[in-house]
């Protein structure tokens, strides 16, 4: 982050919490603002940090030292007048359905707010980046999940100060693991092979949620609707042997989510560790967006 010291707004980071979905059934309107997902999904402990590049740098998104999302930078730059550049850094990448490009856009949007010095609300500081999801098919839901963190029940769609979250009440300070799985699959691939029918048959999973509201609840209810998207065969085998050291767990994309039993943390992470696979220990991240001013 000594990258950002020569420029007067290098003093302040963007701190986005990823989020992984477990639950979602879209919601289109003609107006992207009213557009989203209902749904449910958990930020974790796990964090994208932005800061803004020298002034005279072109228009774009440095993430962990790559361009990314140039179409989502130039349609912010041209729809919106936000042209500014950021880098960010992300112990995770983009495609891998932790919600980066959902982080990275916020961090996009809010530094190129406060570099334009505008007078305006943090929540429609986010508004450009959800639109920006919504127009690249890239996410409906991330935007406002990681704005207020938590595990958190969408209950109305669209952006922060539009759409509408819930959060479950947690009893204790679960422990979460976090594994990457290999290959990499891009949500507008992902939605299109999707059917409208598989929603509406699903659709009552979220109600059972709403109604009895609680983490595991969550990782059962996530389980049983990403079966039928992801292939489960492959966490099948990395779980042979450790199934029963775990409450519960779900997939979506590349990432795969483990509730622990408490007692067996470290030797699920020791047994995924040995597969050659990433591996976080981490929480539910109560914190959404944070702005940090440091000195």
Request: glycine share 6%; hydrophobic share 40%.
């Amino acid at each position: 982050m000594k990258s950002a010291s020569n420029n007067k707004h290098s003093e302040i980071i963007v701190r986005v919490p990823l989020h992984v979905s477990g639950l979602w059934f879209p919601y289109i309107n003609k107006d992207p603002l009213y557009t989203g997902s209902l749904g449910a999904g958990i930020n974790l402990s796990i964090y994208l940090e932005a800061w803004l590049e020298k002034e005279n740098s072109k228009p774009r998104i440095l993430l962990n030292n790559r361009d990314v999302l140039r179409n989502h930078v130039e349609f912010l730059c041209r729809e919106y007048r936000l042209c500014s550049s950021i880098r960010a850094y992300s112990p995770i990448g983009l495609g891998t359905g932790f919600g980066v490009s959902a982080a990275c856009l916020i961090a996009y949007s809010i530094m190129s707010s406060i570099a334009q010095n505008k007078n305006i609300t943090l929540e429609k500081a986010t508004w450009p980046a959800h639109v920006a999801e919504v127009y690249y098919k890239t996410g409906l839901g991330d935007v406002i999940s990681e704005f207020y963190g938590g595990a958190e029940i969408r209950t109305k769609p669209g952006p922060p100060g539009i759409g509408s979250i819930e959060h479950i009440l947690l009893k204790k300070n679960y422990e979460i693991i976090a594994i990457v799985l290999e290959g990499k699959e891009p949500t507008p691939i992902m939605l299109s092979r999707i059917k409208p029918e598989y929603y509406e048959k699903n659709k009552k999973l979220l109600e059972k949620l709403l109604n009895s509201p609680s983490l595991e609840k969550f990782f059962e209810l996530a389980h049983e609707f990403t079966r039928g998207l992801f292939s489960y065969d492959e966490v099948t085998q990395l779980l042979n042997g450790i199934k029963n050291k775990t409450i519960s767990y779900y997939r979506k994309k590349q990432a795969l989510l483990i509730l622990p039993e408490p007692e067996w943390v470290h030797d699920i992470i020791e047994n995924f560790e040995s597969l050659g696979l990433r591996v976080f220990k981490t929480k539910v991240s109560h914190v959404g967006v944070e702005i940090v001013y440091s000195p």
